[in-house]
């Protein structure tokens, strides 16, 4: 009886398709990674770039108002600075010169002893004299009557003083007159009221 013919066995491979289009896929994908790293490295990493503005980030609040007006979170206002007082000028305290001190009467009497003295010879030289010559010279006494006006006597005599003083000026215009206008020449009442003065002080 004749076997039954085995079938024979035989392993057969499918075709390699080619993968040359895979290749390229992945050098494709990984190109692609490579240019978006660079242009975030160029963007946001790079020195100098830009840093975003965390304001323009921040989230509207949720009890924002839906007007649209500006949150107390916004700007402060900037509060003025209060104006600088100009520095007052300064007043330059005005000083009184002290009060002359009160002369004694025997200092006083030393300051007014020379003109008292001149006008004795003074009085003599115009009852001598007439015209331009009595004139002049009455001019000269008249002319120290008003530098003894000028001192300060001591309180003790000051008044005494300042009322024969008055009265042997008023003496002195009188005789001038006399003297210019050419009319005898007494000078008695001027030599009392001299006296007077001579006599206050001592002399």
């Known amino acids: ?3 039954e013919q085995q079938p024979e066995y035989v392993w057969a491979y499918p075709e390699e398709k080619p993968k040359r289009g895979r290749v390229w896929l992945i050098v494709g994908l990984a190109a692609a990674a490579v240019a978006i790293a660079v242009v975030v490295f160029w963007l ?5 770039a830009p840093l975003a503005d965390p304001a323009s980030t921040q989230t509207p609040t949720a009890g924002a108002s839906p007007s649209g007006s500006p949150s ?3 700007a402060p206002t900037e509060t003025p600075d209060p104006p600088v007082a100009s520095p007052e000028p300064s007043m330059t305290p005005i000083t009184t010169p002290p009060a002359p001190s009160d002369p004694s009467v025997d200092a006083f009497r030393g300051q007014v002893e020379g003109w008292l003295d001149d006008a004795l010879t003074g009085l003599d030289i115009v009852s001598e004299s007439s015209g331009q010559d009595a004139t002049s ?4 006494l008249r002319a120290d009557a008003g530098r003894l006006a000028e001192l300060t006597p001591p309180s003790s005599i000051e008044s ?3 009322d024969a003083l008055g009265m ?3 003496r002195l215009n009188g005789l001038r007159s006399a003297a210019s ?6 000078v008695d009442a001027s030599r009392g009221a001299l006296r007077s003065l001579r006599e ?3 002399l």
């Open 1 to 3: 009886m004749m076997s």
């Open 44 to 48: 946001f990493l790079r020195p100098g």
């Open 72 to 74: 107390a979170s916004a």
């Open 137 to 140: 010279v009455i001019d000269t």
């Open 160 to 162: 005494d003083w300042q």
């Open 168 to 170: 042997y000026s008023e």
């Open 181 to 186: 206008s050419g009319d005898d020449i007494s």
């Open 200 to 202: 206050i002080v001592g």
